[in-house]
T-cell receptor, first 114, second 109 residues
Framework: NAGVTQTPKFQVLKTGQSMTLQCAQDMNHNSMYWYRQDPGMGLRLIYYSASEGTTDKGEVPNGYNVSRLNKREFSLRLESAAPSQTSVYFC?????????????FGPGTRLTVL | RKEVEQDPGPFNVPEGATVAFNCTYSNSASQSFFWYRQDCRKEPKLLMSVYSSGNEDGRFTAQLNRASQYISLLIRDSKLSDSATYLCAVLGSARQLTFGSGTQLTVLP
C-alpha cells in the first residue's frame, strides 16, 4: 500500500496563476484533509471531507477550493495564487472524523508563489 | 492566545538524557489529544495518542492534565534517532485537529 500520495512534490507559480494539488489514498478511508504548514505556525486545516460527497471549511479556507472526486481522491485548487500561499501543503486521511481515528499524512507539496 | 501552544525550543540534549515537552490548549471542550513526530522535510507521523490516565510506549510517556489544560511528552534515554520536531495536536468539539507549532529536539552524541 502506498498510503497517501500527493502530486506534485514541488511547484513554483507566478502570482495569479492557478493550479490543482492532487491527493489520493489507498486505505479505504472515509475522511480526507488538506493542511498547510508555515514556519512557526504549525499545521493549519484548510478544508476537510468527512465522507465522500461532503466538504467543509477548516481554519484557513480563503483562496482555496476542494473537490472530493471519489472516496480515494481529494484535490485542492488555488484559483489565483498569491505569495501568501507559499507553503508546504499536506494531505491526510483517516477512517473517520471520530476521536480516535489516526490521521495519515502524505509527503507534502512544496509550493512557492512568486 | 493560540488554541494550542508549544515551546518551540530548540531542545539540545545529550544521548541518554530525559527530556519533557509540554503543550497547553485553550479549549476546555477538547476531546482527544495526540503527539506527532515530524522529521525534517517529511510528513508528520503519529507518535502516540494521549489518554486521560496517561500512557506509555517504551521510552515515551504521554500525560494529560485536563484541570490545567496541558499535555506532556516525556522521552527517557534519548537516542540520536529521536531528533525531530514533536507536534502536539488537539481534537476539538468541531472534530477538527489543531496542531501546535512544534518543539524541535536535537539529541547530541
Amino acid at each position: 500500500n502506498a498510503g497517501v500520495t500527493q502530486t506534485p512534490k514541488f511547484q513554483v507559480l507566478k502570482t495569479g496563476q492557478s493550479m490543482t494539488l492532487q491527493c489520493a489514498q489507498d486505505m479505504n478511508h472515509n475522511s480526507m484533509y488538506w493542511y498547510r504548514q508555515d514556519p512557526g505556525m504549525g499545521l493549519r486545516l484548510i478544508y476537510y471531507s468527512a465522507s465522500e460527497g461532503t466538504t467543509d471549511k477548516g481554519e484557513v479556507p480563503n483562496g482555496y477550493n476542494v473537490s472530493r472526486l471519489n472516496k480515494r481522491e481529494f484535490s485542492l485548487r488555488l484559483e489565483s495564487a498569491a505569495p501568501s500561499q507559499t507553503s508546504v501543503y499536506f494531505c491526510a486521511s483517516s477512517e473517520g472524523i471520530s476521536s480516535y481515528n489516526e490521521q495519515f499524512f502524505g509527503p507534502g507539496t512544496r509550493l512557492t508563489v512568486l | 492566545r493560540k488554541e494550542v501552544e508549544q515551546d518551540p525550543g530548540p531542545f539540545n540534549v545529550p544521548e541518554g538524557a530525559t527530556v519533557a515537552f509540554n503543550c497547553t490548549y485553550s479549549n476546555s471542550a477538547s476531546q482527544s489529544f495526540f503527539w506527532y513526530r515530524q522529521d525534517c522535510r517529511k510528513e508528520p507521523k503519529l507518535l502516540m495518542s494521549v489518554y486521560s490516565s496517561g500512557n506509555e510506549d517504551g521510552r515515551f510517556t504521554a500525560q494529560l492534565n485536563r484541570a490545567s489544560q496541558y499535555i506532556s511528552l516525556l522521552i527517557r534515554d534519548s537516542k540520536l534517532s529521536d531528533s525531530a520536531t514533536y507536534l502536539c495536536a488537539v481534537l476539538g468539539s468541531a472534530r477538527q485537529l489543531t496542531f501546535g507549532s512544534g518543539t524541535q529536539l536535537t539529541v547530541l552524541p
